[in-house]
C-alpha cells in the first residue's frame, strides 16, 4: 500500500520567514496530493492541493510544488504570521480506494 | 449545509463495552471515510466507503465495523471497547473518492477506562 512519510515533525520559525515542509510516496498510482491545516482541537482543514498533471500551485502566501519523478511534493509557506501555527498534514490519494495522511508537521511561528 | 456532523463530541467508555459513532454528511457526497487520530500518528484510515451499500477496510480495522445504508449516513460501531481504542476519531466525506478535497466534522474523543 501506499507509505507517506512527512518531514520535519517539528518546525519552528520567526514571523515573517519562509517554513517549507516535505513528502514522500510510494505509490505511482497516487495523483492527488492535499495539504491539511489542524489547529488545536479543531477538524483537519484543507488549504491547498495539487493533481499529477501540475507542477506547482499557489494561492497568496501557500505553495505547493510537486516532483512526480522523484515522488515527492512541498508545502511552502511565505511570510509567516503567528496564526500560520497548527499541524500540517499532508495526503496521497488515488482514483479509487484510499487516501494516506503523513504523520503531520507541527508549525510554529514565534513573533 | 451543516457540513459533516459528528454524535457524540466526548463519550467514556468502559472495556467491553460497545458503541456506535455516528457521521452525517448533507452534501451528497459518495465518498466517506473513518479516521483515528493519536498523538504523532496523523490520521490513519479505520473503513472507509465509495457509496451507499460498498464498504472497504482502511489501515486499522480490527475491532471496528462500518455499514452505508444511506449516502448520508456512515456509523463506527466498536465492537467490544479496549484501552487501544482511546483515540479522537474523524469521520470525512468528499465527493467522489480519495482525489478530492475531504470535509472533516469536528471529531469524537473517546476514552476507554
Known amino acids: 500500500g501506499e507509505n507517506v512519510e512527512q518531514h520535519p515533525s517539528t518546525l519552528s520559525v520567526q514571523e515573517g520567514d519562509s517554513a517549507v515542509i516535505k513528502c514522500t510516496y510510494s505509490?505511482?498510482?497516487?495523483?492527488?496530493f492535499p495539504w491539511y491545516k489542524q489547529e488545536l482541537g479543531k477538524r483537519p482543514q484543507l488549504i491547498i492541493d495539487?493533481?499529477?498533471?501540475?507542477g506547482e500551485k499557489k494561492d497568496q502566501r501557500i505553495a505547493v510544488t510537486l516532483n512526480k519523478t522523484a515522488k515527492h511534493f512541498s508545502l511552502h509557506i511565505t511570510e509567516t504570521q503567528p496564526e500560520d501555527s497548527a499541524v500540517y498534514f499532508c495526503?496521497?490519494?488515488?482514483?479509487?480506494?484510499?487516501?494516506?495522511f503523513g504523520d503531520g508537521t507541527t508549525l510554529t511561528v514565534k513573533p | 449545509n451543516a457540513g459533516v456532523t459528528q454524535t457524540p463530541k466526548f463519550q467514556v467508555l468502559k472495556t467491553g463495552q460497545s458503541m456506535t459513532l455516528q457521521c452525517a454528511q448533507d452534501m451528497n457526497h459518495e465518498y466517506m471515510s473513518w479516521y483515528r487520530q493519536d498523538p504523532g500518528m496523523g490520521l490513519r484510515l479505520i473503513h472507509y466507503?465509495?457509496?451507499?451499500?460498498?464498504?472497504d477496510q482502511g489501515e486499522v480495522p480490527n475491532g471496528y465495523n462500518v455499514s452505508r445504508s444511506t449516502t448520508e449516513d456512515f456509523p463506527l460501531r466498536l465492537l467490544s471497547a479496549a484501552p487501544s481504542q482511546t483515540s479522537v476519531y474523524f469521520c470525512?466525506?468528499?465527493?467522489?473518492?480519495?482525489?478530492?478535497?475531504?470535509?472533516f466534522g469536528d471529531g469524537t474523543r473517546l476514552s476507554i477506562l
Open positions: 466507503s465509495v457509496g451507499a451499500g460498498i464498504t
Open positions: 495526503a496521497a490519494g488515488t482514483n479509487a480506494g484510499k487516501s494516506t
Open positions: 495539487i493533481r499529477s498533471n501540475v
Open positions: 470525512a466525506s468528499s465527493r467522489t473518492g480519495p482525489n478530492q478535497p475531504q470535509h
Open positions: 505509490d505511482s498510482a497516487s495523483n492527488y
